[in-house]
């Protein structure tokens, strides 16, 4: 199945996880994700500008995991991703997968939210999960859902 278009804007403004993180390999994530072409930026940040986004966005202040902007689901998906890097290396130990791995689960799943899914309701929550499930087993990763789950 051909998969859609994608626009990639890849930033480190964290870069310890660089090498971690190769264009094609965020692309092919991504891309599995996505059911309409995209124009996509993924931002990798430190804990501080993950908490201040966090907070002035969401009115939460912590750093997450994961923060989806998403402008537009249609014709074309344009969203960023912005993605703490601490907070993803500590809940990949936490969960005893690798960081890569869990980079994975967090772009299907900022991807997902782009595109207009939500979690908020247990019915909400079971489908993106299940949809985020069968979209990571198809790339031969792990069911992220057999640990904990992403925010």
């Given at each position: 199945?051909?998969?859609?278009?994608?626009?990639?804007?890849?930033?480190?403004?964290?870069a310890?996880?660089?090498a971690?993180?190769?264009?094609?390999k965020?692309q092919?994530?991504?891309?599995?994700a996505?059911e309409?072409?995209?124009?996509?930026t993924?931002?990798?940040?430190?804990?501080?500008?993950?908490?201040?986004?966090?907070?002035?966005?969401?009115?939460?202040?912590?750093?997450?995991?994961?923060l989806?902007?998403?402008?537009?689901?249609?014709?074309?998906?344009m969203?960023?991703?912005?993605?703490?890097?601490g907070?993803v290396?500590?809940?990949?130990a936490?969960?005893?997968i690798?960081?890569?791995?869990?980079?994975?689960?967090l772009?299907?799943?900022g991807?997902?939210?782009?595109q207009?899914?939500?979690?908020?309701?247990?019915?909400?929550?079971e489908?993106?999960?299940?949809?985020?499930?069968?979209?990571l087993?198809?790339?031969?990763?792990?069911?992220p859902?057999a640990?904990?789950r992403?925010?």
């Open positions: 199945m051909a998969r859609p278009e994608l626009t990639l804007s890849l930033q480190f403004a964290d310890r996880h660089k971690l993180l190769p264009r094609h965020v092919r994530w991504l891309r599995a996505l309409a072409p995209g124009e996509l993924v931002r990798i940040v430190d804990d501080e500008e993950g908490r201040a986004l966090n907070a002035e966005f969401r009115g939460k202040d912590y750093a997450t995991n994961v989806t902007f998403d402008y537009s689901h249609e014709p074309v998906v969203a960023d991703l912005v993605l703490a890097a907070v290396e500590r809940e990949a936490e969960l005893g690798t960081v890569a791995d869990h980079y994975a689960h772009l299907v799943h991807a997902l939210h782009a207009g899914w939500d979690h908020e309701d247990d019915e909400e929550a489908a993106m999960e299940a949809c985020e499930t069968a979209i087993l198809g790339l031969g990763l792990h069911d859902y640990g904990a992403a925010d």
